[in-house]
Structures are given as structure tokens and as C-alpha cells.
């Protein structure tokens, strides 16, 4: 029988690779890997500090967190204004979920399983904090298909809600 916490075969490589990693720790070795990945979260490049940015807002997570996409010659890359000091999981979470899609094809995002979350977090107990991760999730996917739909190939896009 498979094991249902693994990715299956149409997810991309850098997911699956995140997925078994975090399959395979136990509670105290997750929140250590979270932790450092909360400080590679990358910082909100100084060009999208003055954009007014209500739209590129995740309501649905308690933390104050703004996605803003950004598509560079078919790739997708993703920033987010977060406080790393004060909400370390959810830029611990980011930085996981970036390392796998960023600089990759929309469809590289859109293909992160709909257990991405619930995989990544197991075993944490941090369960309220899963509908916040999975509406960054959304969001993400969101941005993916509507850049994946408008694609300008050898242009750099203006982050848009």
C-alpha cells in the first residue's frame, strides 16, 4: 500500500525532495528545521516596499503576511512582507515552500500537492495554524495560473494582485 504522506509522481522534484525530508522527522527535529528555515525566509526586495500592497494580502492567516509574485522570463518567484521575529513559523514555512517553486514555472506551484501543508506540518501541533498556511498555499496557486495564463517570456512582469 503507498504511503499517503508522500508526494505521488506528477509532483516536481524540489516538492517531493521537501516532502520526504519532512516525512521523515520526528516532532523535535521539524521544529529545528523550521526554525532554520525561518531564517532563510529571503527579505522583501526595497522595489515592492512602497507598493501599496492590500492586494497581495493573505486575510485568512491570523499573521500578517503579503505575497507578491514575480515572473521573470517564465519563471515564477515569490517575496513575502512578514515579521520573521514574531511569526517564525509561517517564514519558516515560506522559505520551504520558496525553495521548491521559486524560479520555476508556474506549473511548479500549481503542482504542490493539496496535503503540502498538512505533510509539512504533521506531527508539529500547530494545527490552527494550517488554514493560515494552506490560504498561502492558495494564494500562491492563484498567482501561478494567472501568470501561467499571461506569460511573457522574456519580460519581467510588474508584481500584480
Same mark, same amino acid.
Given at each position: 500500500?503507498?504511503d499517503?504522506?508522500?508526494p +505521488?509522481s #506528477?509532483?516536481p522534484?524540489?516538492i517531493t525532495k +521537501?516532502?520526504?525530508? @519532512?516525512? %521523515?522527522l520526528s516532532?523535535?527535529d521539524?521544529?529545528q528545521?523550521?526554525?532554520?528555515?525561518s531564517r532563510k525566509?529571503?527579505?522583501?526586495? &526595497?522595489? @515592492?516596499r +512602497?507598493?501599496d500592497?492590500? #492586494?497581495?494580502? !493573505?486575510? &485568512?492567516?491570523q +499573521?500578517?503576511v503579503d505575497?507578491?509574485?514575480e515572473?521573470r522570463? %517564465? /519563471?515564477?518567484h @515569490?517575496? #513575502?512582507?512578514? =515579521?520573521?521575529?514574531?511569526?517564525p513559523t509561517?517564514?519558516a514555512?515560506?522559505?520551504?515552500?520558496?525553495s #521548491?517553486v521559486?524560479d520555476?514555472p508556474p506549473e511548479?506551484t500549481l503542482?504542490?500537492p493539496a =496535503?503540502?501543508?498538512s505533510t !509539512?506540518?504533521?506531527d508539529?501541533g500547530?494545527?490552527?495554524?494550517?488554514? %493560515?498556511?494552506? /490560504?498561502?498555499v492558495?494564494?500562491?496557486k492563484?498567482?501561478?495560473?494567472?501568470a501561467r =495564463?499571461?506569460?511573457? =517570456?522574456?519580460?519581467?512582469e &510588474?508584481?500584480k494582485?
Amino acid at each position: 500500500m503507498p504511503d499517503s504522506t508522500l508526494p +505521488t509522481s #506528477a509532483t516536481p522534484e524540489a516538492i517531493t525532495k +521537501t516532502l520526504k525530508r @519532512f516525512a %521523515g522527522l520526528s516532532r523535535e527535529d521539524k521544529m529545528q528545521t523550521l526554525l532554520a528555515y525561518s531564517r532563510k525566509l529571503e527579505p522583501l526586495p &526595497e522595489r @515592492f516596499r +512602497t507598493i501599496d500592497r492590500a #492586494a497581495f494580502h !493573505v486575510h &485568512e492567516c491570523q +499573521t500578517p503576511v503579503d505575497i507578491i509574485p514575480e515572473m521573470r522570463n %517564465g /519563471a515564477l518567484h @515569490f517575496y #513575502a512582507a512578514v =515579521d520573521t521575529r514574531q511569526s517564525p513559523t509561517v517564514a519558516a514555512f515560506l522559505a520551504i515552500v520558496f525553495s #521548491a517553486v521559486n524560479d520555476q514555472p508556474p506549473e511548479t506551484t500549481l503542482a504542490l500537492p493539496a =496535503d503540502f501543508v498538512s505533510t !509539512v506540518m504533521a506531527d508539529i501541533g500547530l494545527g490552527a495554524r494550517e488554514v %493560515g498556511l494552506n /490560504a498561502i498555499v492558495a494564494r500562491l496557486k492563484r498567482h501561478a495560473a494567472e501568470a501561467r =495564463d499571461r506569460r511573457p =517570456d522574456s519580460q519581467v512582469e &510588474e508584481a500584480k494582485p
